[in-house]
């Protein structure tokens, strides 16, 4: 399903009251919320809305349980730490309890990193699957989502949760949610936001018979909900 907001502010409002209505869902028909976080910059200013009224006094906050979709190698205090971004906007200003802020960590190497994080989910997750209640996702304008870039084997990944992934332009190394990983979720919602998406959103929401390799099209829940909460710029060269 496909959501179209007039802007950035509205699309955050609209993703930001999704995730109190599914957070309080969830607490009421099993008892807990287990979300895993966005990087990039288009959540952001969802993020900031959580913490403050209305939002913040909706949330089931000792209930829920934060992981993370992707992070870059870097140290918790880099400016590119999609840990410290979520920590700046959202977890240190509301009353989740520390342990149940689980950011992927990156201090041994990157396999060990992805291993350890799997195994984390694994011991979190008794059923045997990651069934995360929301899985927030970004887009980048070469179609990766999470740290899932095209070209790289973490896209041939079938049996991992997490794995790493090296960014050659980037010169850096990532860990990464797997896209069979993200499939188990009961809702995944990507937030895509700008004219600099627009074509790339065209390209995995229309042209299905396109040769994939474009890692946004690679997600799609198993039995589970996908909603694209998009601006009218990402949009704009969408049918209508
Ligand atoms: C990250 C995420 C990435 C992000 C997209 C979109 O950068 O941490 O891994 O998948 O969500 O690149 O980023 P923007 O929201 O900044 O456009």
């Given at each position: ?58 949330i ?49 190497s ?11 989910l ?30 790289t084997s ?16 980037e ?70």
């Amino acid at each position: 399903m496909i959501r179209v907001c007039p802007d950035l502010e509205a699309l955050s409002l609209a993703a930001a009251e999704l995730f109190v209505a599914e957070a309080q869902q969830a607490v009421r028909d099993r008892g807990k919320f287990v979300v895993a976080l966005a990087g990039g910059n288009t959540p952001h200013r969802t993020y900031e809305l959580l913490a403050r009224q209305p939002f913040r006094e909706q949330i089931p906050w000792q209930n829920t349980h934060f992981f993370w979709g992707d992070e870059r190698c870097v140290p918790a205090e880099d400016q590119r730490s999609n840990a410290r971004m979520a920590h700046q906007t959202l977890l240190d200003h509301v009353p989740v309890p520390s342990g149940q802020v689980h950011p992927m960590v990156c201090n041994s190497s990157p396999q060990e990193a992805a291993a350890e994080y799997e195994a984390l989910l694994v011991g979190f997750f008794a059923a045997g699957s990651p069934r995360f209640d929301l899985v927030l996702l970004g887009l980048g304008e070469n179609g990766h989502t999470a740290s899932l870039f095209p070209g790289t084997s973490a896209l041939d990944e079938q049996k991992r949760w997490v794995t790493e992934v090296s960014v050659a332009e980037e010169g850096l190394r990532r860990l990464s949610l797997t896209a069979p990983a993200i499939n188990q979720a009961a809702l995944v919602v990507f937030l895509v936001s700008g004219y600099a998406k627009a074509p790339i959103l065209r390209k995995v929401l229309e042209n299905t018979r396109a040769p994939d390799g474009i890692p946004a099209r690679m997600i799609k829940p198993v039995d589970g909900r996908l909603l694209w909460l998009v601006d009218r710029d990402a949009a704009s060269l969408l049918q209508p």
